[in-house]
């Protein structure tokens, strides 16, 4: 079974918290998971580390309760937002000499991963929906990139007619063709509303 480190759930614990209020408590159950993720990378003897990525509402945390969770292993849930955010983490996983696995999860069409963010229980602004899908992106290309000998598994989400969520790995033949694919994914959030807008 993983042991899983999620802000979200940090939230739920915080005096005050409700999900109507959840963005105000972001900025300090994400350090809280911060610091409960390094941590864990000391006390845990598991020696793979999954770090998931993606926009907020693409199925993220389904695609772990799904098919993660019995891995054994530890789990950072959370966008993997920034470079920055993704390089700390990565580097502290490898001084901690273990080895760091990168699932993101792209949805396949925005306009309804947004319908989804928008009906969910938590509530953020919808600025935090266009940087985080597209900060994730950007950061994925990133880690392709400059950490070449790091697995990153792509899975694109999408709803079934019944309104299910459904994964579906993408296989690539070479690095070189995950890094065009990535490449191709790229865009601002001015570009994030745009798609969004045009599927609504």
């Known amino acids: 079974m993983a042991q899983v480190i999620s802000a979200d759930e940090i939230k739920k614990t915080l005096p005050g918290y409700s999900p109507e209020k959840s963005e105000l408590f972001h900025t300090q159950s994400a350090r809280i998971a911060d610091r409960d993720f390094d941590k ?4 845990n003897p598991c020696k793979e580390v999954v770090l998931l990525c993606g926009g907020t509402a693409s199925g ?10 019995d891995k054994d292993c530890l789990i950072f849930d959370a966008t993997l937002s920034t470079e920055k955010g993704a390089e700390i ?5 490898l ?7 990168i699932f993101a999860v792209i949805p396949d069409n925005l306009g309804r991963a947004f319908i ?3 009906s969910r229980e938590r509530k953020f602004s919808d600025t935090h929906f266009y940087r985080t899908h597209s900060g994730s992106r950007r950061a994925l ?5 400059n950490f070449k000998d790091i697995e990153i598994n792509l899975v694109e989400s999408s709803y079934t007619s019944d309104q ?13 063709q995950l890094i065009n694919y990535l490449t191709g994914l790229q ?14």
């Open 60 to 69: 993220k945390t389904e695609f772990l309760d799904t098919q993660l969770i």
């Open 89 to 93: 983490k990565i580097r502290n996983i």
């Open 141 to 145: 290309l990133w880690i392709a990139t």
């Open 116 to 118: 989804a963010f928008l």
């Open 40 to 43: 864990a990378l000391k006390e």
């Open 164 to 176: 299910k969520l459904q994964f579906a790995k993408i296989e690539f033949e070479s690095r070189q």
């Open 95 to 101: 001084r901690a000499k273990k080895v760091p696995v």
């Open 187 to 200: 865009t601002t959030e001015t570009g994030i509303i745009s798609q969004v807008e045009k599927t609504l």
